[in-house]
């Protein structure tokens, strides 16, 4: 098993059925999906997103390294496990799903690299969908590697702000899933508009939709959905 961890981004949004609840069933509901997501063998995180945006309530966000004991098909039996009980209170919205890997343009790990693992979240999370044209690929690996160091650049004049890759290709209709982490989100559409003014970015076929989220502990989450 080649050493890489699996991101999962699972959106969505409670239904009327939930919402037809009484507010102690709706907190019991929501009790037993904290103790399921306890019981999990996987690292995960919950957000806010409603109302950032009107099609979703919630992100999760679960994280496995891949390993003989945790494989893909394990981790998805485990991730169905986990959300089937709770298909007839919401409706699923996005699902996005990739592997880390070592970049093809970078040197090392940066100091700026998303460890889904380590426990310590900040404030905003920014999730979207990226691919590149197919023009990019016939670039040669020089004029690629030239325009990612531009790239690569502006990032580092953010150093508040992480980013984590996530590879996709062939599994998703994107090629990747890129995150962000920030404590301000003004800061981070800063260094958004900068990005686009890159000359990579003519070579972007898809980055959205974007699900922007805010972190806080469980509890305080779900509770604002009583």
């Known amino acids: 098993m080649d050493d890489r961890l699996l991101s999962f981004f699972y959106s969505f949004q409670f239904n009327p059925v939930y919402w037809g609840l009484a507010a102690d069933e709706r907190m019991d509901a929501q009790?037993?999906?904290?103790?399921?997501?306890?019981a999990a063998n996987v690292h995960s995180d919950l957000y806010q997103v409603f109302p950032l945006d009107a099609q979703v309530d919630l992100l999760l966000w679960c994280s496995v390294p891949l390993t003989a004991e945790m494989t893909h098909e394990q981790f998805f039996q485990m991730a169905a496990r986990l959300l089937m009980p709770y298909r007839q209170l919401v409706t699923p919205k996005l699902i996005w799903w990739g592997m880390t890997r070592p970049s093809d343009y970078a040197r090392g790990k940066s100091a700026q690299e998303i460890d889904p693992l380590d426990g310590q979240r900040s404030r905003y999370l920014v999730v979207y969908p990226f691919s590149k044209t197919a023009e990019w690929y016939k670039l040669s690996r020089d004029t690629r590697?030239?325009?990612?160091?531009?790239?690569?650049?502006?990032?580092?004049?953010?150093?508040?702000?992480?980013?984590?890759?996530?590879?996709?290709?062939g599994l998703q209709d994107q090629e990747f899933i890129v995150a962000y982490e920030t404590d301000d989100l003004s800061q981070f559409s800063t260094l958004v508009a900068e990005l686009r003014g890159s000359e990579a970015r003519r070579f972007t076929s898809i980055d959205t939709p974007v699900i922007t989220a805010i972190y806080h502990t469980p509890e305080e989450t779900l509770a604002l959905f009583i």
């Open 31 to 38: 009790r037993k999906m904290m103790i399921d997501l306890a």
């Open 145 to 169: 590697q030239g325009m990612m160091n531009e790239h690569i650049r502006i990032g580092h004049q953010y150093p508040l702000i992480k980013q984590l890759l996530l590879y996709s290709t």
